[in-house]
Nanobody
Framework: QVQLGESGGGLVQAGGSLRLSCAAS????????MGWFRQAPGKEREFVAA???????YYADSVKGRFTISRDNAKNMLYLHMNSLKPEDTAVYYC???????????????????WGQGTQVTVSS
């Protein structure tokens, strides 16, 4: 079992930046695919970014060029650096982990077996 815990959310003005962190415990995540998803009120959970076990990265079109996903396997950590934030980025952000090395469907929530509790990001206009 892997436990995931997000941190770093908060209130920021449009154009600002935040860095989200996801701490993994219980297992080392070196060989896991990791992802970030978000869910705004009244909307479905949507893909934000993912990083494979061999550090290939994938992004939703809506965040490409503004967000950067990274991992530090030595610390068992996942990060999401968010720049040029927009009010439409407001959501609860979740990190997720998949222990397989399957190279596809990074954007599908059903791929991921483990989820954190989420951290709120609010971007004011």
């Amino acid at each position: 079992q892997v436990q995931l815990g997000e941190s770093g959310g908060g209130l920021v003005q449009a154009g600002g930046s935040l860095r989200l962190s996801c701490a993994a415990s219980g297992r080392t995540i070196n060989s896991y695919a990791m992802g970030w998803f978000r869910q705004a009120p009244g909307k479905e959970r949507e893909f934000v970014a993912a990083i494979s076990w061999n550090v290939n990265t994938y992004y939703a079109d809506s965040v490409k060029g503004r967000f950067t996903i990274s991992r530090d396997n030595a610390k068992n950590m996942l990060y999401l650096h968010m720049n040029s934030l927009k009010p439409e980025d407001t959501a609860v952000y979740y990190c997720a982990a998949d222990p397989t090395r399957y190279s596809g469907n990074y954007g599908r929530p059903s791929r991921y077996a483990y989820w954190g509790q989420g951290t709120q990001v609010t971007v004011s206009s």
